[in-house]
């Protein structure tokens, strides 16, 4: 008969793993993040060259969400290819054409000839309204085209090799304690089973909190509306609970606590494996030093400039960086609610 003592022995020694599983992701992150550039910050007054407004979001923030969507908007309207209006009557905010001819989108940018022609294809006004996902989806798209590679990169090959250890440790555990049976194809069949689902549940959580940590983080700092945090929340905690509840129902505690840390490890770990390269490195450090420069002396002026509810009004260079930038200056901020920043989700 086995004593309480070996129960507990037999417990705690199929953790093993996960912190195997966890001196992983610290090396791999070691790893990937060695090629970081540790000299001071130096203010820049002007943007990176060559990366539109989007570009330098996606680049700082390793995302695309609403506030991209933002400062593309601003962008165009600093290019005079469109206006900024507000609608008095019904307290919303229109975008117009300014010029009647085909305008000159060769030399855009492939993300803001995209929103451009999303406005503004058909109609020579439009309401400026919350971006769908998919729309958000295709900024991303278009600049997955062009910078990730160069910039920074997610590291996903680490990633995938430690789900698949997780599916093969979740194999043996359900072999060794034959929690499927005894019967050798049946045991087989269930641990091999056992084992994809649980991966597949770490993949899942993994896209989940990657979908939504920028959300997640602006919401915190008060950049997005706090409301949206419980919501959040939820779906960072959804596969892990589903399973739980699924797996609670067995007669097998220790095999499905086990399990729901080797998912939860895989789900929130997994995504700090992004990087930036050396060129990365360089170029976020530029962007850094540009925005410390538009936070400080320029910001007065960007406040003096636009007002919530009054036709925006452009400085042509700093206007939309501020916006992609996450700087509190008025009128991005009213855009920045006006195409629903939260759209992260």
């Known amino acids: ?20 599983l966890v001196a992983y992701y ?14 001071s910050i130096a203010v820049c007054y002007t943007p990176p060259d060559g990366l539109s407004p989007a570009a330098i979001r996606y680049i700082y923030t390793m995302g695309c969400d609403g506030r991209s969507y933002a400062a593309i908007v601003a962008q165009l309207a600093a290019r005079k290819l469109l206006a900024i209006v507000p609608d008095e009557r019904n307290g919303g905010i229109f975008v117009e054409r300014l010029n009647d001819d085909d305008p000159p989108l060769r030399d855009l940018p492939p993300e ?22 998919w729309r958000i989806e295709r900024i991303q798209r278009s600049l997955d085209e062009y910078l990730p590679g160069k910039y920074f990169a997610r590291n996903l090959g680490w990633a995938i ?18 929690i499927f049976g005894k019967d050798s194809f049946e045991a087989w069949v ?7 689902t649980v991966a597949m549940y770490g993949a899942a959580g993994y896209w989940i909190w990657d979908m939504n940590r920028l959300a997640i983080w602006l919401a915190l700092r008060g950049l997005y509306r706090r409301r949206t945090l ?12 589903v399973y ?26 997994a995504p700090t494996l992004r990087s930036y390269t050396r060129e990365g490195w360089r170029v976020r450090n530029e962007i850094e030093g540009f925005r410390r420069f538009l ?6 002026r960007l406040h003096r400039m636009n007002h919530p509810g009054c036709q925006a009004k452009f400085d042509a260079e700093f206007i939309p960086y501020a916006i992609a930038l996450d700087l509190r200056e008025g009128w991005g901020d009213e855009l920045g609610v006006k195409t629903m920043v939260e759209t992260a989700l």
Request: hydrophobic letters at 50%; proline letters at 5%; a neutral charge.
């Open 1 to 20: 008969m086995r004593t309480l003592p070996t129960i507990i022995a037999n417990s705690q020694e199929t953790y093993w793993f996960a912190a195997v």
């Open 26 to 39: 610290l090396c791999v992150w070691l790893l990937v993040s060695r090629g970081r550039d540790g000299r």
């Open 112 to 133: 803001e000839k995209r929103v451009f022609n999303n406005l503004l294809e058909f109609d020579h006004r439009a309401p400026l309204e919350r971006p769908e996902l």
């Open 161 to 178: 090799i430690a789900l698949l250890g997780t599916a093969a440790f979740t194999t043996w555990l359900g072999l060794s304690k034959e």
């Open 190 to 196: 269930g641990s091999l089973f056992m084992g994809f």
């Open 230 to 241: 419980p919501l959040l929340i939820f779906f960072l905690v959804l596969y892990p609970a």
């Open 244 to 269: 739980y509840g699924i797996m609670s129902m067995t007669e097998q505690p220790s095999f499905v606590r086990i399990t729901l840390l080797l998912i939860l490890v895989n789900g929130f770990i």
């Open 295 to 300: 936070q400080g002396a320029e910001q007065d």
